[in-house]
């Protein structure tokens, strides 16, 4: 059995069939995790207990011959921002070491209810905060692709995970791209659903108006599955939607002919990677030959989508872990003598550079007199944006552009310089901030060997589109 | 153009973010804040007079991501998590209180 390339499908199949068991396909992923993880830091803590003990609930169906939930038996890793009871939860911060949240996040619980197995949590950038998953107090992730360059982030656990065998599939989240740009660094398939789509109980909160959990797969049939599972909404999440949950698989396999594609002008401009381009282009090409209408789109604002993203996502953040003092959970420096020196000395010691460095700017650009210029600025520039995707969608069914500007770059290349790491978010912030859907799919990889992906856009609760199309590009790859 | 951040501001703010930096960090700060701010001035080009602020997807959709009503829970009293199990996870508490260091000096 390829673990590098197993499915929910091929693995379920080798589960009814008696070639393998819950519990030995459980063992195969840790001992693989045991043989190979050490050079790629995936994973921050294993939840073999809770596993196996999944394991083996699903192995007595088996061997009773009972009808087996959708997920039955499937090991996958999870996002070390989403809560999980029996493990630890970092967000990979040192804040927050030593912390066993005593609560499971509800998409977590609703795989698991479906038969997951969740072998352990994964890393990542710390709060989230990061597009290399360099910012993680933990060390960082090595993409399995090439050892020597990030995985991307924030999610790069989750993704390098997929990539590398060491889970059938994993749930990562996404605020400005933390899902789709690695899916696209490491050559898996990642979905980000629509803001709303999935119950964000249990997700350590980053920034509320944007942050999704999504997963991460090895085809885009997997991707509507998990979606399906997780999907609905929740008593304990007024934000989750009651909007009717779709049967996402059967969606993302109807032909895509006759589809309207939107191709807008502003993601092809300069500082796209000649490779990239190429590869997207031959995408879009493909799905002409599958009988799609391609159309020229232009989003104007786009931009101006980095801007907007960095001041609200950072405002949004100096509010979310302003809870991070050093009293209820984690870390606390016992050096203070006073409430207010605690406070700030735990803050001191637990959060990385990146996390102070947008603290700081979310704190200015909410404070006295900065109010109006900067938070309310780009709240009324992300309408703009918003509304550039919903004209374009009355025109197309869904939107097709490339993932990343470059593919993944090298470990340490960028990291003295936070614009150029917030720049390879180009792509992804714009649908962000809309809260539209979207798939990040491989396309191909660079002459040296490197994944690129295409990224798919669909309206809001319509990710039974965007998988379409991402199946149909998937169907065209070799 | 906004104004330059001064060594003083990027105090200031820490203080109001509750940080404590080393004077290292606040030049590190300042330096990454000006220009992280040099880059968002460019939302400055863009008229957005009248345009309304949008903070949330659920508006721009007309309440679609939170049908009204029917976002709001049924008012019933559910368990919720255990106070032991909570308080556990505290550095430090005596099983009913958290407990920080003295808030008020004499």
């Known amino acids: 059995m390829n673990l590098e390339t197993l499915s929910i499908d091929q693995a379920r199949a080798a589960l009814t069939s008696g070639e393998t068991t819950a519990t030995a396909l459980a063992e195969a992923h840790y001992e693989r995790i045991a043989q190979k993880d050490d050079e790629i830091n995936s994973y921050l803590s294993l939840a073999k207990d809770r596993a196996l003990a999944q394991a083996a609930k699903i192995d007595a169906l088996l061997k009773a011959g009972d009808p087996l939930p959708p997920l039955a038996g499937i090991p996958l890793g999870i996002k070390d921002v989403l809560t999980m009871v029996g493990s630890p939860a970092t967000a990979g911060s040192k804040i927050l070491e030593g912390y066993h949240p005593p609560y499971d996040c509800t998409a977590v619980a609703k795989l698991e209810a479906a038969g997951a197995v969740l072998l352990g949590k994964l890393n990542c950038d710390e709060f989230a905060m990061g597009s290399s998953n360099e ?60 803001w709303g789509r999935v119950s964000r109980f249990g997700l350590i909160a980053f920034a509320s108006s944007l942050d999704r959990i999504g997963p991460f797969t090895k085809n885009v049939k997997d991707a509507a599955t998990l979606l399906g599972v997780m999907a609905g909404s929740d008593i304990m999440d007024a934000t989750a939607s009651h909007t009717p949950v779709n049967d996402y698989v059967a969606e993302s396999q109807k032909p895509v002919a006759g589809l309207k594609i939107g191709v807008p002008e502003e993601y092809f401009g300069e500082g796209l990677d000649p490779e990239i381009r190429a590869a997207v282009e031959k995408s879009i090409a493909d799905l002409k030959a599958a009988g799609c209408e391609i159309k020229k789109i232009s989003l104007p604002h786009t931009r101006y989508a980095i801007p907007t993203y960095y001041v609200i996502a950072t405002a949004e953040a100096s ?14 420096d016992k050096s203070a003598s006073t409430l207010t020196g605690m406070y700030r000395q735990t ?99 660079t002459k040296d060997g490197l994944p690129i992906g295409v990224q798919i856009l669909g309206k809001h609760f319509e990710e039974g589109m965007a998988l379409r199309v991402a199946q149909a590009v998937e169907n065209s790859q070799p | 153009m906004s104004e330059t951040v001064t060594a003083d501001v990027v105090r200031r703010v820490a203080e109001l973010a509750l940080l404590e930096l080393k004077d290292d960090e606040v030049a590190r700060m300042q330096k990454d804040l000006n220009a992280i701010l040099g880059h968002i001035d460019q939302l400055n080009e863009l008229d957005t007079a009248g345009v309304p602020p949008m903070a949330q997807v659920s508006e721009i959709l007309g309440g679609q991501v939170e049908a009204s009503a029917e976002a709001l829970r049924e008012d019933v009293v559910r368990p919720s998590i255990d106070r032991n199990a909570v308080l556990r996870e505290a550095p430090e508490a005596d099983h009913r209180f958290f407990k920080v260091p003295k808030v008020i000096e004499r």
Not at chain 1, 143 to 149: G, H, Q, S, Y
Not at chain 1, 162 to 187: E, H, K, W, Y
Not at chain 1, 323 to 330: L, S, T, W
């Open chain 1, 135 to 194: 910012n993680s107090a933990y060390g960082p992730v090595h993409n399995p692709r090439a050892l020597d360059r990030v995985p991307g982030g924030s999610s790069g656990g989750s993704a390098a995970a997929v990539a590398a065998g060491f889970c059938v599939a994993s749930l990562g989240t996404d605020t400005g791209g933390s899902i789709r740009q690695p899916a696209a660094f490491c050559g898996v398939t990642g979905l980000l659903p629509t």
């Open chain 1, 347 to 445: 803050r001191d010691a637990g959060f990385g550079a990146e996390v102070k460095r947008r603290i700081l700017l979310g704190t200015y650009a909410l404070s006295a007199g900065y109010y109006d210029a900067y938070y309310k600025k780009a709240q009324q520039v992300r309408t703009l944006l918003t509304r550039d995707f919903l004209s374009a969608f009355n025109e197309v069914d869904a939107i097709v552009t490339p993932m990343t500007p470059t593919p993944a770059f090298k470990l340490g290349e960028k990291t003295d310089d936070p614009v150029a790491m917030y720049l390879a978010d180009v792509y992804t912030v714009a649908a962000s901030l809309a809260g539209i859907c979207g798939v990040s799919v491989p396309c191909g990889n």
């Open chain 1, 319 to 332: 509010s979310n872990l302003s809870r991070f003092d050093g009293v209820r959970f984690g870390l606390r």
